[in-house]
């Protein structure tokens, strides 16, 4: 048995691909743990997942707009690396599986001596070549957190995306880099030509600014459509705020698993870590 410790943050779709991860590896045997934001408590009950908050991380939620400045530093939180490394030697821990978007967290694994494992939840083509050279990324490099030298050492990089759709995966990746796919629950075949026409939207569970006014956009745009219309607004947008069309089911959250198996085509902000495969 080797004992597993997630170090994740409140985002959106980062969370879904290490749960997932972290549910195989329990179910093998495994001991894993989360270490993320307060935030994050509520899904990792719903996961059954071991969670501890971060005591020294700057207060961050994802259910307020926060600007680039802010993000800027959430990244690049040094209460976050000194909140991993306690928490790494408060347990006995193999390996650190760490959201590489922390990069504070990621040097402080990458000093310490400790065995960890980036996981990229989005293109790693992005990361490399486009993320860590906005702002995030600079200051990285001021501080001396040498984001790439993490990278590039990590004795596992896995990246939760098919490489067919990732620029990266057509270029000569880094030697521990491995795309491992889509973490998801592969729904029973049917056809989807015999199912009603079934249409769900759904955004970011992430307060991106404009969100209300991207939906109700949609919500017009659909309101004439000869389908069923499902629309989940998640823990961001009211109700309240949205002129909501007669005939459309509006849920403020629907587990996708429940409903995508129906649906024959979805309206997204394109988020992937919730998304799911199902031929839609």
Same mark, same amino acid.
């Given at each position: 048995m080797s004992r597993f410790l997630f170090l994740t943050w409140d985002g959106g779709g980062n969370v879904p691909p290490a749960v997932g991860i972290a549910a195989e590896l329990h179910g093998r045997g495994h001991a894993v743990r989360f270490l993320g934001h307060e935030g994050n408590r509520p899904a990792m009950a719903a996961a059954t997942m071991p969670f501890r908050s971060f005591d020294h991380a700057l207060p961050f939620t994802s259910r307020?707009?926060?600007?680039?400045?802010?993000?800027?530093?959430?990244?690049?939180?040094?209460?976050?690396?000194?909140?991993?490394?306690?928490?790494?030697?408060?347990?006995?821990?193999?390996?650190?599986v760490i959201d590489p978007l922390m990069l504070a967290a990621l040097a402080a694994a990458h000093g310490s001596g400790l065995t960890y494992v980036p996981l990229v939840h989005f293109f790693y083509s992005y990361l490399r070549d486009s993320w860590l050279r906005a702002p995030f990324g600079h200051v990285a490099e001021q501080r001396g957190y040498a984001p790439y030298?993490?990278?590039?050492? %990590?004795? &596992?990089?896995?990246?939760?995306?098919?490489?067919?759709?990732?620029?990266?995966? #057509? /270029? *000569? +990746?880094?030697?521990?880099?491995?795309?491992?796919?889509?973490?998801?629950?592969?729904?029973?075949?049917?056809d989807l030509g015999a199912l009603p026409p079934t249409l769900l939207i759904s955004l970011s569970t992430y307060n991106f600014?404009?969100?209300?006014?991207?939906?109700?956009?949609?919500?017009?745009?659909? %309101?004439? &459509?000869?389908?069923?219309?499902?629309?989940?607004?998640?823990?961001?947008?009211? #109700? /309240? *705020? +949205?002129?909501?069309?007669?005939?459309?089911?509006?849920?403020?959250?629907?587990?996708?698993?429940?409903?995508?198996?129906h649906a024959t085509a979805v309206l997204t902000h394109g988020g992937m870590g919730y998304a799911r495969e199902y031929d839609v």
């Open positions: 307020v707009v926060n600007g680039p400045e802010r993000m800027v530093e959430v990244f690049n939180d040094a209460g976050v690396a000194g909140d991993l490394l306690i928490e790494a030697n408060r347990e006995p821990t193999d390996v650190v030298d993490a990278l590039d050492d %990590a004795p &596992l990089t896995l990246v939760a995306s098919l490489a067919a759709l990732d620029p990266a995966g #057509r /270029a *000569d +990746l880094p030697g521990n880099a491995v795309h491992c796919g889509p973490v998801l629950a592969c729904p029973a075949p049917r600014p404009g969100q209300t006014e991207a939906m109700q956009t949609l919500l017009d745009a659909a %309101a004439e &459509l000869p389908a069923r219309v499902v629309v989940t607004t998640g823990p961001v947008i009211k #109700r /309240a *705020d +949205l002129r909501l069309p007669d005939g459309i089911e509006v849920h403020d959250y629907l587990d996708h698993d429940t409903v995508m198996p």
